[in-house]
């Protein structure tokens, strides 16, 4: 089904087709489930999924934790919850754990960062993808079950890593409870035990950290070297902080230690309460931060720190890096930053230990490491100006987003920053230089948030992440903008799509139902903005079964548009598209094809062939036929419409898949077999 809605404030109109699983003739809603296990045309192995941490400087192997995680071995469904406060090394246990696997070659080794559910659930996507299991539409709700399903009847020789759980709940839904497939889960919540059988990590023991520090800095010197570490606690992240700092300024550990305990840290860096560290790493983090700064100058280092620390935790590509140089967020006065340059910076941060990389090229800094950055900028008066700056890395990120519906984890990733710099930006409104400036601000924020919502509900599947960011927008719209305002209605009108999209159809309905009435007391019964309205309620009347009120509507919506905006309007067609998918849900097969024909014909015709929009339309009326009995042109279209996206798409992409299921569907009716009955 299709439906269309605006981005919001701030962003120019988006007219997109919206598809949702289960709810009209196209590319998803006739998927013949099929329990594809390893082999049999999908990947046989081995997989790698997610972005598991590289190999730190100088790691330590902590032989008897790897030996605990090892003693799990396949034939048993165990987890590991191994827990412990930040900074500890539960990362780089888990990282070091996986990368083993990788190289026995097991079959499966994914890794999902797993801070909060819409992060859990983008990580059970890019698994399911991987695992040739994807399917355009379908709520990652869904994907992240299936994805456990897999492991439990099929886990032998798989591993999959849940880093960084902050609330057991979230993740156990997507536990397997049965199978041979191993997980392991790091969380520095105590309860994460519950999951599974509990392995605590501890900080470094003293032979441990004076390891560390000799391979790191090249060093002798025992004592001074654990005198040292006792001042940090013996952890891990702050002792990577100080070798590097350290190796970097040929210090003797005595010297660092002077410095360290005149470092005035706790003064910016107080404890939160469910956050603690020993005295030091904070001082620790500093002096790091302070070095590269007196190393570079120009000062891009420690400016591309700040930035990355306002960014979700699971880290930032390189390549939107690179994206926010081009657009300026990094400049420093008229000198321009360009990749070259991105990259030494990247380089200096590695040095000294202030971020690490994952796989696909992405840059981490640890969580505890961006906290301690973004207090620092603050109290050095840069926080208002590196949000800014952030801001702008995104905008340059989201104005290179490509076609949403093909792009999910690009968009999933996308929507993730936007949440995270949110979260950060209140206080830099507040800092603000002026009241106007702290005001552009929050309407950047506010509009960053607007695409974000917009290009998820686009994609389609993030159900859960889009719901989280329309609610608490739509309420800021309405006291930023007011009830009225038209922004606040298309951000509504984003906000029941995302009901619609996550099965929550009425309170889809009474969103769409209150923005129509508003639209038609503000506008009238024909604009194009009523119009939209009556379009997107007529297609969730459909989808709830309200069909002669779906109808009605969206043949109003069909003959005021053509009438307003044109036949081959992409608009007008949406609606067409969508009278056709109500048409064939009330039985009206005739008049279904009648006009899903002409949309997919239209579309071609405007759009082109391959665009994402016509290629939908043909698989509609390729399963309209089909359910009219004309089973001869079905199957030609069918094939027609597989192969065409195998040529534009590609054959792995998810919707060719799903083109394909529905092409043997068609076969296996056209042989005289059954097939489930479909919704439309």
């Known amino acids: 089904m299709d439906d269309d809605g605006r981005a919001g404030p701030d962003a120019p109109v988006i007219r997109p087709v919206y598809v949702t699983g289960g709810s009209g003739v196209q590319v998803g809603d006739h998927n013949i489930q099929v329990n594809f296990l390893f082999g049999g045309g999908r990947p046989a192995g081995p997989v790698v999924a997610g972005n598991v941490p590289q190999v730190p400087v100088a790691f330590q192997a902590r032989e008897e934790l790897m030996a605990g995680l090892r003693g799990a071995g396949p034939g048993a469904s ?84 849940f880093d960084n759980v902050t609330d057991p709940d979230e993740v156990l839904p997507y536990v397997p409870a049965a199978g041979q497939a191993q997980v392991v889960v790091t969380s520095t919540d105590a309860t994460a035990a519950a999951l599974g059988r509990a392995m605590p990590v501890d900080v470094f023991t003293e ?11 090249g060093r002798g010197d025992p004592e001074g070297a654990g005198r040292l570490a006792e001042e940090l606690g013996h952890l891990p992240l702050a002792l990577a902080q100080a070798a590097a700092v350290i190796a970097g300024q040929r210090l003797t550990y005595p010297a660092y230690l002077e410095r360290l305990r005149s470092y005035p840290a706790a003064a910016y860096l107080p404890r939160v309460k469910g956050d603690p560290y020993p005295r030091g790493v904070a001082e620790a983090i500093g002096l790091s931060v302070d070095a590269v700064a007196d190393a570079d100058p120009a000062g891009l280092a420690c400016h591309l720190l700040d930035v990355i620390a306002l960014l979700a935790a699971p880290g930032v590509a390189r390549e939107l890096l690179y994206l926010g140089a081009d657009a300026g967020a990094f400049t420093s006065g008229a000198e321009a930053v360009d990749a070259a340059a991105i990259d030494a910076a990247i380089g200096r941060l590695a040095d000294a230990s202030l971020v690490t990389f994952g796989g696909g090229d992405t840059v981490i800094a640890h969580r505890m490491t961006m906290r301690a950055v973004r207090e620092r900028a603050e109290r050095a008066g840069r926080g208002f100006v590196r949000a800014a700056q952030a801001c702008l890395l995104l905008d340059a990120a989201r104005q290179a987003q490509r076609e949403p519906r093909l792009n999910r984890a690009e968009v999933r990733v996308f929507a993730q920053h936007v949440v995270a710099l949110n979260a950060q930006v209140g206080s830099a409104v507040e800092g603000a230089p002026s009241a106007a400036l702290g005001q552009a601000l929050a309407e950047r924020m ?28 739509a309420r800021d719209c309405a006291a930023a903008l007011g009830e009225s305002h038209p922004g606040t209605l298309s951000v509504r009108t984003q906000l029941g799509f995302a009901y619609r999209a996550a099965g929550r159809l009425d309170e889809a309905i009474t969103e769409y139902e209150r923005v129509l009435a508003d639209r038609e007391r503000q506008y009238g019964a024909s604009h194009p903005d009523t119009l939209e309205s009556v379009n997107n309620l007529g297609a969730a009347y459909d989808q709830s079964g309200r069909t002669a009120a779906a109808v009605e509507l969206l043949e109003r919506a069909v003959a005021d548009r053509e009438r307003l905006l044109g036949a081959d309007d992409p608009i007008t067609l949406t609606s067409r598209n969508n009278l056709a998918t109500a048409y064939a849900r009330a039985g009206r097969l005739p008049e279904a094809i009648e006009h899903q024909a002409r949309s997919a014909a239209d579309r071609e015709r405007v759009l082109g062939a391959g665009h994402p929009d016509t290629l939908r339309s043909r698989n509609n009326l390729a399963c309209v036929l089909q359910d009219a009995g004309r089973l001869t042109e079905a199957l030609s279209l069918h094939e027609r419409v597989a192969a065409e996206y195998e040529r534009t798409l590609g054959p792995d992409h998810p919707e060719t898949r799903t083109v394909r299921d529905n092409l043997a569907a068609a076969r296996e009716q056209a042989a005289g077999g059954e097939i489930p009955p479909r919704s439309f």
């Open 207 to 217: 032979r441990e950290s004076l390891g560390f520090l000799a391979d790191r800095t």
């Open 78 to 161: 165990v987890v590991r919850a191994v827990t412990g406060m930040r900074g500890v090394g539960k990362t780089q246990l888990a990282a070091a754990y996986a990368r083993a696997r990788i190289d026995d070659g097991w079959r499966l080794v994914a890794w999902v960062n797993a801070e909060d559910t819409p992060a859990i659930l983008n990580g059970l996507a890019v698994v399911a993808d991987r695992l040739g299991m994807a399917r355009p539409g379908r709520a990652l709700e869904a994907v992240g079950g299936e994805v456990r399903n897999r492991l439990e009847a099929d886990g032998q020789r798989c591993l999959l890593v």
């Open 446 to 473: 506010l509009s960053l948030r607007v695409w974000a919502l917009a290009f998820l509900n686009l994609a389609g599947d993030a159900v859960t992440q889009a719901v989280g960011i329309a609610e608490p927008l």
